[in-house]
């Protein structure tokens, strides 16, 4: 079967740092997403991986391992707004769909 | 990046009665479009994936008839909910992907979303 696994629930200090985990086992790899989703709104796009290694945008950060079937999002200096949902989602074989994991709730506390 | 609209935003409607939402792509020609639920605390759910001029592929456990999808051109796509009942309450994002962009990953590019409520 196909399956992502992230952690349901994080809570970080505004300033720091944070690292969200994804692992995953799909049929096909064409690359990995990471989105952010704010309650009520659709997903918006963060990164994009599909080779091995660190991609770093701004305050984000997205980082593959394809060997190991793992992801994270490191995200620095946190700010209030960054209180959202971050979502996982791998292209496995299908024609451009995405395989979605849970999402991962970051509480950023003062 | 490019621009996807949703219409309408929210409806609330009784049950039993239908619901159209339509998907447009506002500044690319999108191909392949995606229909997606979400419920509260779930991801999001892939309900079909429709390419331009042909029918729609449905995944499993998604009810054809009951979710009709329609992409009868390259930027816009309708999801209509027939017979809609209160378990059909949900939140409906569509997503637009396209070849013809030549950038170097197959993004996905979402819409709002749309509020359905079934009384």
């Known amino acids: 079967g196909q399956n992502i696994d992230q952690p349901t629930e994080m809570t970080a200090t505004e300033g720091a740092i944070v690292q969200i985990n994804c692992t995953y086992q799909t049929s096909g790899f064409n690359g990995l997403f990471w989105y952010q989703q704010h309650a009520g709104e659709a997903p918006t796009f963060l990164s994009y991986n599909v080779l091995d290694g660190l991609e770093e945008k701004g305050r984000f950060s997205s980082f593959l391992s394809r060997s190991k079937g793992y992801s994270y999002l490191l995200l620095k200096e946190l700010q209030m707004k960054d209180s959202a949902s971050y979502l996982c989602?791998?292209?496995?074989?299908?024609?451009?769909?995405?395989?979605w994991g849970a999402g991962t709730k970051l509480i950023i506390k003062p | 990046g490019a621009v996807v609209s949703q219409h309408p935003s929210r409806v609330i409607c009784k049950s039993g009665t239908s619901v159209k939402i339509e998907c447009r792509s506002l500044?690319?020609?999108?191909?392949?479009m995606f229909w997606y639920r979400q419920f509260p605390k779930k991801s999001l759910m892939l309900m079909a994936t429709s390419n331009e001029g042909s029918k729609a592929t449905y995944e499993q456990g998604v009810e054809k008839d009951k979710f009709l999808i329609n992409h009868a051109s390259l930027t816009l796509s309708t999801l209509t909910v027939t017979s809609a009942h209160p378990e059909d309450s949900s939140f409906y994002i569509c997503?637009?992907?396209?070849?013809?962009?030549?950038?170097?990953?197959?993004?996905?590019?979402f819409g709002p979303g749309t509020r359905l409520t079934v009384l």
């Open positions: 997503s637009a992907s396209s070849s013809f962009r030549g950038s170097e990953y197959r993004e996905q590019f």
């Open positions: 989602a791998v292209e496995g074989d299908s024609n451009y769909q995405l395989i």
């Open positions: 500044d690319f020609q999108a191909t392949t």
